[in-house]
C-alpha cells in the first residue's frame, strides 16, 4: 500500500484536503471494487475524508488478502473479502455491504448497485449517488436508466478522459499483457494476437501487442472502430476467419459470448485464451467444457488445458476471469491515482449536491477532469500555456472570423 501511494500522487494530494475539510464526514460508503493496494489508498482518502467505509471485492481472484487485512487493521474500514472466495460467499459479501445502508455507492462492475435495486429497494430513497468504474457497469446503468429504474444519480467515472486515455488505454494495455506473461510465460514476438474489440481496452492491449513483436488482429462490430483499427495498421477480419490465425485470444468487449464453439473449432493447437472484459462470459466456458474430451488440466498456475476431440489443446488462462487481476495485479499504481483520483472527487461531487441531481447516469464534471489533470501535471513537474484574455475572446466570438 505504500509503494502504490508513492505512485499515486494526486489522490494523496486529495487525501491531504479531504483530511483537512473532511467533506464526507459521516457518509456511509459502500465499495465494491478490486481489492488491491491501489484501491487500498482510495479507501483511506474516503476515511480520511470522514467516510464509514464498508468494501467488499468486484472479482474473487482480484483480491489481495494482505490489503483487506490492512485496511481493517489500520484504516478502519470493513472489508468483506476473500481471495478465491466461492459465488455464494461473494455475494453474500455484497449483501453484507448493502445491508449497512449505504448512501453513496462505488462499483467496478454495478453489482451493488443491481442488488439494490432487485432485493433493496428499501435503501433508495436514503442514497445520495453513485460511481461506476468500468464499462460492463456503465452499460448496467444505462440500461436500468432506459427502464425508468433508476433510482439515483450514478456519476460513470469509467467514461471520464482521464480514464479513457490512461485507465482504459494505458492500464488495461499493460496490465492485461503483463498478466498473460505471467500466466504464460510465453514469447510474444513472432506470434499472432487476436484481440477481440477496439474500444479505449482493445486499442491500448493491441498497440503494446504490436510494440512486444506480435502481429495483431482486430475483430470488431461497429464499423467506425473497425476502420479506426485498419487505419492504426491492423488487419481487421470477422473473429471465425481470425480464429484460424490466432495464437492468443484477448477479448475486451464488454459482451457475452464473443468466443465460443464454433471459433474453438477452428482454433490452433496450443491457441491461449485470455479475458479482459470485467465478467468471465466473453469466452463462452460451457462450450469450452462440452468441447473437452477430458477435464480441463492445469499445465501451470492460472492456465488450464481443454484438450479437445481431434487432440488440439487450447488454454484457458484465469478461469476466464479479468486475466490482468486474476493473473497479475491489475493497472499499475500511477495509472489508478487518476481513475482513483475521479472516483474520491465523485463522491464528494454527490455529497455536496445531494438532493439536487436527477436520477440519471452522469458525466464527470469537467471541472473535476481539469482539477485531475492539473494536480497529475504538477506531480509531475509539467507546466502548459494558458490562453490570453485576446485568444478566449476568439474562441468564444461567432464575429472574429479573422
Known amino acids: 500500500m505504500d509503494w502504490a501511494d508513492t505512485h499515486m500522487p494526486v489522490l494523496a494530494q486529495i487525501r491531504e484536503r479531504f483530511a483537512a475539510e473532511r467533506p464526507l464526514a459521516g457518509i456511509r460508503i459502500g465499495a465494491s471494487l478490486h481489492v488491491t493496494a491501489e484501491t487500498a489508498n482510495l479507501v483511506r482518502a474516503l476515511v480520511a475524508g470522514g467516510a464509514d467505509v464498508a468494501l467488499c471485492a468486484s472479482n474473487p481472484l482480484s483480491t489481495q488478502d494482505d490489503v483487506a487485512a490492512a ?4 484504516h478502519g474500514a470493513r472489508v468483506y473479502a476473500v481471495q478465491g472466495e466461492d459465488t455464494d460467499t461473494y455475494y453474500r459479501h455484497i449483501t453484507t455491504v ?10 467496478d462492475g454495478a453489482d451493488l448497485v443491481s442488488v439494490i435495486h432487485g432485493a433493496r429497494t428499501d435503501l433508495l430513497d436514503g442514497i445520495v449517488g453513485g460511481t461506476e468504474e468500468t464499462t460492463t457497469g456503465v452499460l448496467r446503468m444505462r440500461a436500468l436508466e432506459a427502464e425508468g429504474a433508476l433510482g439515483f444519480p450514478v456519476v460513470a467515472v469509467n467514461d471520464a478522459q482521464t480514464t479513457r486515455l490512461f485507465d482504459n488505454l494505458h492500464g488495461t494495455g499493460q ?15 513472432g506470434r499472432t494476437v487476436v484481440v477481440l474489440g477496439y474500444g479505449w481496452c482493445g486499442r491500448g492491449v493491441a498497440v503494446r501487442a504490436k510494440g512486444a513483436g506480435a502481429s495483431v488482429i482486430v475483430c470488431e462490430v461497429d464499423p467506425v472502430r473497425a476502420l479506426q483499427a485498419r487505419l492504426d495498421g491492423y488487419e ?3 473473429a471465425l476467419d ?3 490465425r490466432g495464437d492468443v485470444f484477448v477479448c475486451v468487449t464488454g459482451d457475452r459470448d464473443v468466443l465460443g464453439a464454433a471459433h474453438f473449432a477452428r482454433m490452433r493447437d496450443g491457441a491461449i485464451l485470455a479475458n479482459a472484459g470485467h465478467f468471465d462470459v466473453e469466452i463462452n466456458l460451457p462450450e469450452l467444457r462440452d468441447a473437452a474430451v477430458q477435464p480441463p488440466r492445469e499445465v501451470r498456475p492460472q492456465v488450464h488445458e481443454h484438450t479437445l476431440e481431434d487432440g488440439r489443446r487450447l488454454h484457458l488462462l484465469a478461469h476466464g476471469r479479468v486475466v490482468n487481476l486474476a493473473a497479475a495485479e491489475g493497472h499499475p499504481a500511477a495509472v489508478m491515482d487518476l481513475a482513483f483520483a475521479g472516483q474520491a472527487l465523485a463522491a464528494e461531487f454527490l455529497v455536496r449536491h445531494a438532493g439536487t441531481l436527477e436520477p440519471r447516469v452522469l458525466a464527470v464534471p469537467g471541472e473535476l477532469e481539469r482539477e485531475i489533470a492539473r494536480l ?9 500555456d494558458t490562453l490570453s484574455p485576446a485568444q478566449e475572446a476568439y474562441l468564444t466570438s461567432w464575429e472574429q472570423g479573422t
Do not use: F, H, W, Y
Not at 485496511?71 to 489500520?74: K, Q, S
Not at 448493502?98 to 462499483?107: L, R
Open 71 to 74: 485496511l481493517v487493521d489500520r
Open 98 to 107: 448493502v445491508d449497512g445502508a449505504p448512501q453513496v455507492t462505488m462499483d
Open 175 to 189: 496490465s492485461t499483457l503483463d498478466g498473460i506473461l505471467r500466466a504464460t510465460n510465453i514469447l510474444l514476438a
Open 236 to 238: 481487421v477480419m470477422p
Open 242 to 244: 481470425a480464429a484460424e
Open 376 to 384: 497529475k501535471l504538477a506531480s509531475l513537474g509539467i507546466e502548459i
